[in-house]
């Protein structure tokens, strides 16, 4: 919502492999702040490469993506999540950035924690949407990401292996 531009996504993902590995690049420019189609002069060009990994009996997912963040600067982002049988997702992430303390002051280091909460559990019926909530102690400008709203990995997830044999079971009710 703060950026305009255009960007592209790609996973390599083996079908019976408990990892992945993606890359994504964006070229974006920032929004005036009325939210209107008026464009600043802050231009950026960001890329990731990603590695995934699932531990499939711990519901487990983790992730390391390496590459150039919003403010134009280069880091890591980790990334650890347990997803329940109900759906419910938790998760942690850190990212470490050479983005100076001078120069955005306590920026180089954006931490957080999430909550998913698959819709549901609020309906008698299969939704696919769900609710997320995240907290961030303290947002600058080092570390930040554009917000893919519909990440290949998620998108890929429901047919992953572990998945399916997890779910085989429910195939009969």
Do not use: C
Not at 95 to 121: C, H, M, N, Q, W
Request: no cysteine; glycine share 10%; hydrophobic share 40%.
């Amino acid at each position: 919502e703060m950026f305009a531009g255009f960007g592209g996504e790609m996973l390599y993902r083996p079908p019976t492999k408990n990892w992945a590995i993606g890359t994504e690049l964006s070229y974006v420019q920032q929004r005036k702040f009325n939210q209107f189609f008026g464009l600043q002069d802050y231009k950026v060009l960001t890329g990731y490469v990603t590695g995934y990994v699932t531990i499939p009996q711990a519901r487990v997912d983790a992730s390391v993506r390496v590459g150039r963040y919003l403010a134009k600067d280069f880091g890591v982002t980790f990334d650890v999540s347990r997803t329940f049988e109900s759906g419910v997702r938790v998760g942690a992430f850190a990212t470490f950035t050479d983005v100076s303390a001078e120069e955005f002051g306590e920026g180089r280091f954006d931490k957080g924690i999430y909550l998913i909460l698959p819709l549901d559990l609020l309906y008698n019926k299969h939704v696919r949407s769900s609710i997320g909530l995240a907290y961030r102690p303290l947002i600058r400008d080092g570390g930040q990401q554009l917000i893919i709203r519909q990440p290949l990995i998620g998108t890929t997830d429901p047919a992953r292996r572990s998945n399916l044999v997890n779910s085989w079971s429910g195939i009969t009710d």
